[in-house]
């Protein structure tokens, strides 16, 4: 049976045998309501076979069937606990899991969890499982409080800040009082959802940035306003992503003038807390190409296009349509001959766009190479440098929404795959293959039947392996592909590397392009090096390998029977 305490707000959720007739179950769920502080026992309860997303085992298990108050946020806390408990929410029996916690904690225990929900239905019934850590057993008490709105909950209400700085924000219980601004349309919402508000005294006269980036967890959405009664209607900047999910803008302030400050989250389920900063808009020093840093040598380099205006050329051909924007400049000075690379792979989370320029005026014109996500939203780009030489290198975002930090590096690029003979490229079957010769070394061997306009070497090879999956007689060629390069191919049995004489080898049998044909039988390994004719030409393409010719085995012909004579 279940055991009722005098106290209005708690009920002991026990177990053993008792449970197995009501708590222990879901369809037997304990009801409660509102909040409180509920106890409750895992020991001796079966496991019901619901493994919650944040556990990892089956674990004994109590249920709850827990009905809202008219409020629609909660926070869930288990601070006296003698196991590591873990609490699961869901909309019905065997319906959606809403929420799962384990580790998040009230208190230094190892042991304790809170788990705060926002936007539930008022007076509506949910189910609670208590259960424990990988099987873990135990009892503790199962706090339940709404989460009361901040005080700067309502624009008439803003907390009053000056100066710049850091300034805490929290917008976990806050409601929406603001209106959609067309300057704050971004991913089909203009709305700032679960706003909270402050009432900022400008210090002195000049344009200031306000932002969250980096000083919270929360997708958060930013709006400055003039004086204006509350709600104020027209936004003198507003902004979402400038920094990934947190955001960043800028606005002109007059001394002595109050403006409202306007923080919240991009949706109305997400709440949480952190702080917004406040600072002049001071521009980097390289912000303009007539300024660039100087750099030497690999990196990597610091960049922030944080507060950068946009000077280049958009260069729009480099990153499928969109320009590079928020730009900052640096004039590097080539180590040596030979390609380089420039890239941000690996060295933020800023969508980047890259571009480097052989020319000193600005806005510069004789673009070299550029770049855009080349490696998620990274970029990178390779380019020829002649040793002294000095070249302008340009960092910025993809949009004129993303602005951030970061370290770029600028270095010899890495060799492409199958550049050695002894690390060729393994190849399977027919069809056409794509390869890149681009910064590929050559170490094959120049052969006499190779020789063709006094060249017998294949240069920028790049090599593959590959066996023949049956007897008959092959093709290779990069003829009638996407190929523009003038290749050369010849093709080898499988040996030491480098390999000597070709079984094939050819120039130019359809234009600038390459074919051979070679005999194999089934298994048998062949390596296969494709290059170009002129050892400074590279680039990507296609070859293709087929079967011409299969090698069949003679037929059985049936012995002829000849009648005899009656």
């Excluded at 899991?97 to 208190?107: K, N, P, R, S």
């Excluded at 590079?324 to 890239?343: C, H, K, L, M, R």
């Excluded at 006094?454 to 049956?470: F, K, L, M």
């Amino acid at each position: 049976m279940k055991k009722h305490f005098c106290q209005a707000s708690l009920i002991a959720l026990v177990s053993g045998s008792a449970l197995a007739q009501g708590a222990d179950d879901c369809a037997g769920a304990a009801p409660i309501s509102g909040v409180g502080s509920f106890q409750f026992s895992t020991v001796g309860a079966t496991d019901s076979g619901a493994i919650a997303s944040c556990n990892q085992a089956p674990s004994a298990d109590v249920w709850a069937a827990w009905t809202s108050a008219s409020e629609t946020d909660y926070r869930f806390s288990i601070c006296t606990t003698d196991y590591d408990a873990v609490l699961a929410i869901y909309d019905v029996c065997g319906g959606t899991q809403l929420v799962c916690e384990d580790a998040a904690g009230c208190t230094a225990s190892l042991f304790d969890l809170e788990l705060e929900v926002f936007g539930l239905s008022p007076n509506t019934t949910y189910i609670l499982q208590l259960d424990g850590w990988q099987g873990m057993q135990g009892s503790g008490t199962l706090d339940i409080a709404t989460i009361a709105p901040p005080g700067n909950d309502d624009c008439s209400l803003a907390a009053s800040i000056a100066g710049t700085g850091l300034f805490a924000f929290d917008n976990r219980g806050a409601t929406t009082d603001g209106v959609g601004d067309p300057t704050c349309q971004v991913f089909g919402s203009d709305q700032i959802e679960n706003d909270v508000w402050f009432d900022w005294t400008a210090p002195s006269t000049g344009t200031f940035s306000l932002a969250t980036c980096g000083r919270t967890y929360l997708d958060t959405k930013l709006a400055v306003y003039g004086a204006q009664a509350c709600p104020p209607v027209v936004a003198l900047a507003c902004d979402d992503d400038a920094c990934l999910f947190q955001s960043r803008l800028e606005f002109p302030a007059t001394a002595g003038l109050s403006y409202l400050i306007r923080v919240g989250s991009f949706s109305p389920l997400a709440r949480g807390d952190g702080f917004i900063e406040l600072a002049p808009a001071v521009r980097p020093p390289n912000d303009d190409c007539q300024t660039p840093t100087p750099i030497a040598g690999s990196g990597p380099f610091a960049f922030d296009n944080s507060l950068a205006t946009t000077d280049g050329p958009a260069e729009a051909s480099c990153q499928g349509g969109a320009p590079i924007e928020n730009d900052v400049w640096y004039s590097w000075i080539a180590p040596a001959n030979g390609p380089f690379q420039v890239t941000t792979c690996g060295g933020t989370i800023l969508d980047t766009a890259l571009a480097v320029y052989d020319d000193a005026t600005c806005p510069p014109s004789a673009l070299v190479a550029c770049g855009g996500n080349e490696c998620g939203a990274q970029s990178s780009a390779v380019f020829d440098a002649e040793a002294g030489r000095s070249y302008l290198v340009r960092i910025g975002s993809f949009g004129s929404v993303y602005r951030g930090s970061g370290t770029f590096a600028i270095d010899a690029p890495p060799l492409p795959s199958g550049d050695d003979c002894s690390n060729a490229v393994p190849l399977r079957g027919l069809g056409t293959f794509s390869f890149d010769n681009r910064r590929a070394t050559t170490d094959g061997l120049p052969a006499r039947s190779c020789l063709e306009f006094s060249e017998g070497q294949i240069h920028n090879d790049v090599w593959y392996r590959w066996t023949a999956p049956t007897g008959g007689r092959y093709r290779i060629e990069t003829c009638g592909t996407s190929t523009t390069l003038d290749t050369k191919l010849a093709v080898y049995r499988a040996q030491g590397c480098p390999p000597a004489a070709p079984v094939s080898c050819n120039d130019d049998t359809c234009g600038l392009q390459s074919r051979v044909s070679f005999d194999a039988t089934a298994g048998s390994s062949f390596l296969i090096r494709l290059g170009t004719f002129a050892s400074k030409t590279e680039g990507a393409g296609e070859f293709r390998l087929i079967l011409e010719e299969p090698l069949f085995a003679p037929p059985k012909i049936a012995p002829i029977q000849v009648p005899r004579s009656p």
